[in-house]
C-alpha cells in the first residue's frame, strides 16, 4: 500500500520555466513532509520540508504548497536551471516511536538549456 | 569530509554469496538507516538503529542483518545473495530519532548474477 503518491513520473521543462511535482498522502498521522532531491550516483539530499501547521513555504527558487484539507502538497521550481535535473522525491513522516520516513516513487525533472 | 560514507561504492557478487557494506558518519549522529533503492528508484526503509539499539526492522527478510558496533557504524551484512537484492543501497544518519532531516551516503550499487 503506497501512502504517498507522487506525479508525475517524469517532467520536461524548458529553462526558465516552472516545474510543478505533486504528493497526495493517506495518512492523516503524517506531521512532516519533505522534499529531497537526488543527483545521478549520489544519494538524496533535503531540500525544502513543511509542517500541517502552515500553507506555503519558500526557500529562494523552491516552495512547497500544502493543502491539509485535500491531504496534498507539491513542489514549485521557479526559473528552472539545467542544473535542477535531478530525481525529486516527496516524503511523509509521523510523529511518535516509529520515526520512519516514507517516500513518494519520485519524479525525475530534466530541465533543458 | 564526506558526511556520511558507504563502501564499496559498486558491488558484483554471484548468487548465494555473502557480503557486507559498511557505513560510517562523522556527523556526531545518534540514529542511523538503510535504505534501499531499486530498479524504479524506489526508496524504502530498511533498518534504523539509535545508539547501536535497533528500532525499526521493515520485514527484511532474515538474510540481512546490520550491526552497529558503535553510533558512528553501521553495517550491512547480506547471506545467499539472491537476484532480487539487486538495488543500490543507501546508508544515511540524523542527529537523533526525533531529528527529521536524513543525511544521505552516496550508495552502494549492489548487482547479483
Known amino acids: 500500500q503506497q501512502q504517498v503518491k507522487q506525479s508525475p513520473q517524469s517532467l520536461i521543462v524548458q529553462k526558465g520555466g516552472i516545474s510543478i511535482i505533486n504528493c497526495a498522502y493517506e495518512?492523516?498521522?503524517?506531521?512532516?513532509f519533505p522534499w529531497y532531491q537526488q543527483f545521478p550516483g549520489k544519494g538524496p539530499a533535503l531540500l525544502i520540508a513543511?509542517?500541517?501547521?502552515?500553507s506555503e513555504k519558500k526557500e529562494g527558487r523552491f516552495t512547497i504548497s500544502f493543502n491539509k484539507s485535500a491531504k496534498q502538497f507539491s513542489l514549485h521550481i521557479m526559473d528552472s536551471q539545467p542544473g535542477d535535473s535531478a530525481t525529486y522525491f516527496c516524503a511523509a513522516k509521523t510523529r511518535g516511536s516509529n520515526y520512519k520516513l516514507t517516500f513518494g516513487k519520485g519524479t525525475l525533472l530534466t530541465v533543458n538549456p | 569530509d564526506t558526511a556520511v560514507s558507504q563502501t564499496p561504492k559498486y558491488l558484483v557478487t554471484q548468487m548465494g554469496n555473502d557480503k557486507s557494506i559498511k557505513c560510517e558518519q562523522n556527523?556526531?549522529?545518534?540514529?542511523m538507516y538503510w535504505y534501499k533503492q531499486d530498479s524504479k528508484k524506489f526508496l524504502k526503509i530498511m533498518f534504523s538503529y539509535n545508539n547501536k539499539e535497533l528500532i525499526i526492522n521493515e520485514t527484511v527478510p532474515n538474510r540481512f542483518s546490520p550491526k552497529s558496533p558503535d553510533k558512528a557504524h553501521l553495517n550491512l551484512h547480506i547471506n545467499s545473495l539472491e537476484l532480487g537484492d539487486s538495488a543500490v543501497y543507501f546508508c544515511?544518519?540524523?542527529?537523533?530519532?526525533?531529528?527529521?532531516?536524513?543525511?544521505f551516503g552516496s550508495g552502494t550499487q549492489l548487482s547479483v548474477l
Open positions: 495518512n492523516t498521522a503524517f506531521d512532516y
Open positions: 544515511a544518519s540524523s542527529q537523533d530519532l526525533g531529528d527529521e532531516k536524513l543525511f
Open positions: 556527523l556526531g549522529h545518534d540514529t
Open positions: 513543511i509542517r500541517p501547521d502552515v
